[in-house]
Structures are given as C-alpha cells and as structure tokens.
C-alpha cells in the first residue's frame, strides 16, 4: 500500500555537487502523533513509521526539524494541519502528564489535557480519521485492582482529573474515537528525568549514599515500544473493523513499587542495592497516588492485541547509555 512522490536529493559526485529528482514510496495509509517529541510520541512515530505508515508528528517547542510545529491550542493551526494531511488516524500523545505540575499550574493543564483533546476530536470527525487519546491510570483510586474499562473512575488528583475529563470531551465528540489508559511508562530516554522510572538510576549508581525509595504504591512500568506497538495494531485493526472503538487497557505485567524498581534496575546493571531503603508510609507531600491501580488489560488481549517487553530487558536497553561507571558494560553485556 503505497504511493509514488518525487523527493529532490543532493548527490556528491567528483568535482561537484548535484540537485537530482528521485522516486520515493509514500505509504498509503496516514497518521498523525501529537506529542512526537516526548518519550512516548516518539516511540509512536517510530512505530508506525516502521510499519508502511506514512507518520507525521507534531510538536510544539521541540519540534523542529523533525516534526511539524503546532500549537494543540490554536484550534486554527489544528484545523489547518489535519485538513493538508488528512489522516486516517491521530494518535493524541501531548499532554501534561506531571501530577505535581497539573496542581501548580491546573489552567494550562486543562487545556491540553481537555480543551485540546475536545478539539482534536471534532477535527477527527471531519476528516473521518480514527483518533487514539491517550489516557492514564490515575483515573482510578486504586482501592479495588484490577480495574476494567467499564469500571467507575474516582481520580485522586487534579492529573487524574483532567485526564478524566478529557476521555469524556473526545468520546462526546468523537463516538468512534478510542481512549487508552496506560500506567507508568519508561523507555529509551532523551534525559533521565523524562520518565518516573529512569529518574532513580542516579540514585541506583551512587551508591556511596543512601537513598529512601518508595515501597507503597504498586506499579506496572511498561515500556513505550509495547504502548507504540498496541497503538498501531489498535489502528490496523480499526481498519478493517469499524467497531473496535471506545475505552481500552494496557499495561506491563509485573507489579514492582520504586523500591523494588531500583532493586531490578542495580540487578540487571550487576549494581549494589544495599544502599536502597525501602518507605512502606504513604507520600505526605505531592499530589495524592492511588496505592495500587493495576488494569486489567483483557479487552484487547481479546482482540489479539499486545506486546510486553520483560522489565528487565526493556530497562537495560534504556539506561545503559546512562550508565557512569563503564566498566560495569564489560559484565552486562559481554
């Protein structure tokens, strides 16, 4: 499935340099990823982009010159970029995903986390492409696990919230949208602070000073290449089948707090732990978590979608290039 587009090229011959006119393939089928530069937009667009889509990415401070630049609030600029691409599906990546930052800044955090996720699905309609919105655990008050698609959701915090209430804002104006509701999520990142699970290598590495870790909340990292993975067979399958729409799970498997995170992370690196401490009390600063709001994930499993990368492998592949003490590559990867 693709097409034929001329693409100019600079080729270096001896002498002199030329402006040449080539064939490209141009896959047939279009998706556009809002959010392209963060941890998960990127492994988005790397997945379809692999997969004989034709992938276009926006963002906003970042974007260049990779992806577009767009403003998600500039319902203009949105309306502009969706009708030149014309995509079959939008997969809505941006957000404010920062729990203590949607309680200092709650204004700016709804409008991308709601205003903007209402508009993206009226625009979806418009071109009839099938939007994915991106959602969260933190919907749940994580008293009653494993939560299914259908269950009541009682968000903790102002995140939970807003991402609450832009699930509701897409599904009012875009019956045919789908909503996924991930976890915590870590993956191949740009900085360590860009996921909540990388942030503890520093911690995990100096391991001449001791270091508390929470051992409350339960977790279920999952990697961003599986939630890529699932995104594009969601809208593969969608593509034959104009019923798979609506509210969706997915999430790694393995139940771990941040202690025992950083206990994996010291094992799969050959890395001391003694000097990690677990924290059984509940946080008292910072918005409030839930304990334990494992999903259950069985809607799509149904469906014959997934990919679980072990915890183990996937946070190897995604710290080593972090890694301060070199020596210790030898024993992990020789």
């Keep these: 499935m693709v097409g034929r587009e001329k693409e100019l090229k600079i080729r270096f011959v001896p002498g002199r340099c030329e402006l040449v006119e080539e064939d490209v393939d141009i896959p047939n089928r279009r998706v556009l990823i809002t959010g392209a530069t963060g941890l998960l937009g990127r492994a988005v667009y790397k997945e379809f ?54 309680e200092s800044q709650p204004d700016a955090a709804s409008q991308i986390n709601v205003s903007a996720a209402g508009n993206l699905a009226k625009e979806a309609v418009g071109v009839g492409a099938f939007l994915i919105y991106i959602s969260t655990d933190y919907v749940f008050d994580g008293t009653n696990p494993p939560y299914k698609e259908n269950d009541v959701p009682n968000p903790l915090n102002l995140y939970g919230k807003t991402k609450l209430e832009g699930e509701k804002a897409v599904l009012e104006n ?62 593969e399958k969608r593509m034959l089948d104009p019923s798979v729409k609506g509210t969706f799970h997915w999430s790694g498997n393995e139940q771990m707090t941040k202690y025992e995170m950083a206990c994996a992370i010291a094992d799969a690196f050959n890395l001391p732990s003694s000097h990690l401490r677990p924290i059984t009390d509940s946080p008292v600063v910072g918005a409030l978590r839930p304990r334990n709001a494992r999903l259950d994930c069985s809607r799509l499993e149904m469906l014959g979608i997934g990919q679980r990368t072990p915890f183990r492998v996937g946070i190897k592949e995604s710290l080593w290039p972090f890694l301060v003490d070199k020596r210790w590559r030898q024993t992990v990867f020789h």
């Design 174 to 235: 875009n019956e045919g949208a789908a909503v996924l509701r991930i976890p915590i999520l870590y993956g191949e990142v740009e900085r360590l602070d860009e996921s909540a699970v990388t942030i503890i290598f520093d911690k995990v590495q100096y391991s001449n000073k001791s270091a508390n870790m929470d051992h409350w909340q339960q977790r279920f990292p999952t990697n961003v290449k599986d939630v890529a993975s699932v995104c594009r067979q969601l809208a």
């Design 49 to 102: 982009n692999e997969n004989s889509w034709h992938a276009v990415g926006c963002g906003y401070r970042r974007a260049r010159p990779k992806f577009e630049q767009v403003n998600l609030l500039d319902s203009d600029a949105v309306h502009v970029i969706i009708q030149d691409f014309q995509p079959h599906v939008i997969v809505h990546c941006a957000a404010e995903r920062r729990p203590d930052v949607v």
